[in-house]
């Protein structure tokens, strides 16, 4: 796109927020301040790198075979250059610890030590980028079942717990060597198919098993810890242990108990569809100092698609603005597409949480405040609808081409002549 009508484009809208009291150069520079960390997984359908081959289970699956697929951890970084190329703002990137290199040496997760990514650590410091952490509790011979830190066999459930356990000190090592504080998240599959008498019991196992793993305490300038609930998934149909009102609980069990400020995640995807994540902000931060937000697009169940900056995603990011709690609340993409170009799956779907995001900071979101505390309903929801409409793109291409990379879809020239240069041939 030519940087003259980026220009002009801008200037126009910078005009038409202005008329509503909105300082567009003050969003953007808050803009510049919020980080979008990058799920390392879109680029290889959630395989990894161990020596094992990794994979899916618990309920997740990536479909497509589409052609280029990073083989190694050299060829996904790369991928993840190419992407971060094309994103303007600060780099962050969500690490699975299922990617792993082991360079042939045989150990099994619960054995994961700090050397095992150190190259991934070494990429994030030589490019300036933060990483964030998550233990890999599926795609795993001990996780065949689907139960796993509520796994009533004492051997199944101990290799877990001390997997996560090994992943914590990892991302607290990550976090001391990027002097970066990394968000270490905890998800497992556990759960169950058909109807299930004894609930409690997988419950009181999962709860006892995340004691023990958080009972050791790191800097949280290091590490921030949090757990991310779930509906349900393929295989575990009619329930899943560790729900969203068992991580509320519990969330609030370690302020009490454990003395440690724990996050709940929220993930877009894993909830009823008709439940409104922006809805669940107010009360979660009423009661949390930080929550975590995974955006995701699911389309009639946890089916993780490309985010795109539909309602759902702008309505989310509306609510932390109205809020005020950008600075509270972390946010990381979570969706994996095999079925098209990964490279521009992970552009669109970050490009567009950046636009919802833009486009929450632009909302003049004062008159809308004072409007409903009129009790002027007919007002308010005029201007939402108003606001829904004003020129944020004109000011994100604007943004972009300050901050060097591709305007509007031009990137897609870019993304072509990677896949041409370096995807075809692999």
């Known amino acids: 796109m030519d940087s003259k009508t980026v220009l002009k ?5 910078v005009e038409t927020y202005a008329a509503y009291g909105v300082d567009v150069n ?67 990137l969500n690490l699975h610890a299922c990617y792993a290199e082991l360079n042939g040496e045989k150990v099994d997760r619960d054995q994961y030590e700090t050397r095992h990514f150190q190259q991934w650590i070494d990429w994030a410091k030589s490019n300036d980028v933060a990483l964030d ?6 795609g795993h011979p001990m ?51 058909d109807l299930t008498a004894d609930r409690l019991r997988y419950r009181t196992l999962l709860r006892d098993s995340l004691d023990d793993i958080l009972s050791v305490k790191y800097p949280t300038e290091y590490v921030v810890d949090a757990v991310e609930s779930k509906v349900f998934g393929i295989g575990v149909e009619s329930f899943t242990v560790g ?17 440690m400020d724990l996050m709940q995640t929220l993930d877009m995807g894993h909830f009823h569809p008709t439940e409104s994540i922006a809805d669940k902000v107010s009360s979660l931060l009423l009661f949390n100092k930080k929550l975590l937000v995974h955006v995701s697009r699911p389309v009639r169940w946890d089916s993780d698609h490309v985010v795109i900056s539909d309602e759902s995603v702008q309505e989310l990011m509306r609510e932390i603005k109205r809020t005020d709690s950008f600075d509270r609340i972390f946010l990381a993409t979570d969706f994996f597409d095999g079925s098209i170009n990964r490279i521009a799956a992970w552009t669109v779907g970050l490009r567009a949480t950046q636009k919802a995001i833009l486009g929450a900071l632009l909302e003049p979101t004062e008159h809308l405040k004072k409007a409903e505390a009129a009790g002027d309903f007919a007002t308010r929801l005029a201007l939402m609808e108003e606001f829904r409409n004003l020129p944020a793109m004109a000011v994100y291409n604007k943004y972009c081409l300050d901050q060097g990379v591709p305007v509007g879809s031009d990137y897609l020239t870019e993304i072509y002549e990677y896949s041409e240069n370096v995807l075809a041939k692999r």
């Open 9 to 13: 484009a801008f200037e126009a809208a």
């Open 26 to 92: 003050a969003a953007l520079e808050k803009m510049k301040k919020i980080d979008v960390s990058v799920h390392c997984w879109q680029g290889d359908d959630v395989k990894g790198l161990e020596d094992s081959g990794g994979g899916t289970s618990g309920g997740i699956l990536s479909t497509g075979s589409f052609g280029g697929k990073p083989r190694n951890g050299d060829e996904l970084r790369a991928d993840i250059d190419k992407t971060m190329s094309l994103l303007p703002g600060l780099k962050r």
């Open 133 to 138: 952490f998550n233990a890999t509790c599926f």
């Open 143 to 193: 996780a065949a079942d689907n139960l796993t830190l509520s796994n009533p066999d004492e051997k199944i459930r101990r290799f877990w717990i001390n997997h996560v356990k090994a992943v914590r000190k990892i991302a607290a090592d990550m976090g001391k060597a990027l002097g970066k504080t990394v968000v270490n998240n905890i998800w497992v599959p556990d759960g169950m198919k």
């Open 243 to 259: 729900s969203h009102e068992f991580y509320m609980g519990y969330v609030a069990h370690q302020q009490l108990v454990g003395n």
